[in-house]
């Protein structure tokens, strides 16, 4: 039996090479399929790559010239008492104050004193419920650059035509808000904000 059955098997040498030498093929078409595919993405990644190297390269040749590296200048927190007359509140305020120079950081540094005197009397006559909506927080933030800019010396107009207690407000007439005037404090950013 087993000489039966050794006789009627096929070669498996000849059997064995064929499937070697197929699949040896197969890979290699494969192999360069791949390749090829893999050298077309990689050369149309190039090709979107160097777009957008090219715009960010003109982005960046173009951002030190439009806009200077800023300038923040920390001040200490201020914890105030609000101006809501049914109970006692306060606010905790974190503020850093946004520069045009490294001067006004300095001059800022001379003139604190009186910085910290306007911006506690700026948050001192709001209410908690005027601070709440962050309408209040950037009305507040603008009130705070005017008022830091009036304590180094700087003309600070009113905040806007409708605003103007002086002038009262026609009905039917559109808002109008005069230009913010150029001013040494460009931004208010606030690092803490806690009402109690």
Same mark, same amino acid.
């Given at each position: 039996?087993?000489?039966?059955? =050794?006789?009627?098997?096929?070669?498996?040498? $000849?059997? $064995?090479?064929?499937?070697?030498?197929?699949?040896?093929?197969?890979?290699?078409?494969?192999? +360069?399929?791949? *390749?090829? +595919?893999?050298?077309?993405?990689?050369?149309? +990644?190039?090709?979107?790559? *160097?777009?957008?190297?090219?715009?960010?390269?003109?982005?960046?040749?173009?951002?030190?010239?439009?806009?200077?590296?800023?300038?923040?200048?920390?001040?200490?927190?201020?914890?105030?008492?609000? +101006?809501?007359? @049914?109970?006692?509140?306060?606010?905790?305020?974190?503020?850093?104050?946004?520069?045009?120079?490294?001067?006004? *950081?300095?001059?800022?540094?001379?003139?604190?004193?009186?910085?910290? @005197?306007?911006?506690?009397?700026?948050?001192?006559?709001?209410?908690?419920?005027?601070?709440?909506?962050?309408?209040?927080?950037?009305?507040?933030?603008?009130?705070?650059?005017?008022?830091?800019?009036?304590?180094?010396?700087?003309?600070?107009?009113?905040?806007?035509?409708?605003?103007?207690?002086?002038?009262? =407000?026609?009905?039917?007439?559109?808002?109008?808000?005069?230009?913010?005037?150029?001013?040494?404090? $460009?931004?208010?950013?606030?690092? @803490?904000?806690?009402?109690?």
């Amino acid at each position: 039996m087993s000489t039966a059955s =050794a006789a009627e098997l096929p070669a498996p040498h $000849k059997g $064995k090479k064929k499937l070697i030498l197929i699949a040896t093929a197969t890979a290699l078409v494969l192999a +360069a399929g791949g *390749g090829a +595919a893999a050298f077309m993405m990689k050369r149309s +990644a190039q090709a979107d790559l *160097g777009d957008t190297e090219d715009v960010a390269a003109a982005e960046v040749a173009a951002a030190p010239e439009s806009r200077p590296t800023p300038l923040f200048v920390p001040l200490d927190p201020f914890t105030v008492n609000l +101006a809501d007359r @049914n109970a006692d509140r306060y606010v905790q305020v974190g503020i850093t104050l946004e520069v045009d120079s490294s001067r006004t *950081g300095d001059q800022i540094k001379t003139y604190m004193p009186a910085i910290r @005197n306007n911006i506690l009397m700026a948050i001192a006559d709001r209410t908690a419920a005027d601070l709440q909506a962050r309408e209040g927080k950037a009305q507040l933030a603008e009130r705070v650059r005017r008022e830091a800019s009036r304590a180094l010396g700087y003309a600070v107009g009113a905040e806007s035509v409708a605003t103007d207690p002086e002038r009262p =407000a026609v009905p039917g007439a559109k808002r109008r808000v005069a230009a913010a005037p150029a001013l040494p404090v $460009k931004a208010v950013h606030f690092s @803490n904000f806690i009402i109690q």
